[in-house]
């Protein structure tokens, strides 16, 4: 992995904790708003299957295959909740 890539996905780590807390922070203060949490997920989400696909790029067209179709999955469970 590349080191500006390397960066980047540590960049998106860190601000998707950052906004988890932002989150539990306001949720302290009963004021929960919905959209720190799910920007969160979003991150992890871009950051988890970053790093999967650059593992996946190593193994032989099977694992990519099946990579793509848990990505799949997991990007239209999170925009739309379909699972």
Known sequence: MKSNTRDLFGLLALVSLLLFTANFILKM??????????????LTLIVVLGVAKFYVDKLNMV??????????????DYLFSLF
């Not at 203060?29 to 979003?42: H, I, N, R, V």
């Not at 694992?63 to 239209?76: E, G, P, Q, R, S």
């Open 29 to 42: 203060f009963d004021a929960d708003l919905y959209f720190f949490a799910y920007a969160g997920y979003g």
């Open 63 to 76: 694992w990519k295959v099946i990579y793509y179709i848990i990505a799949i999955f997991a990007v239209l």
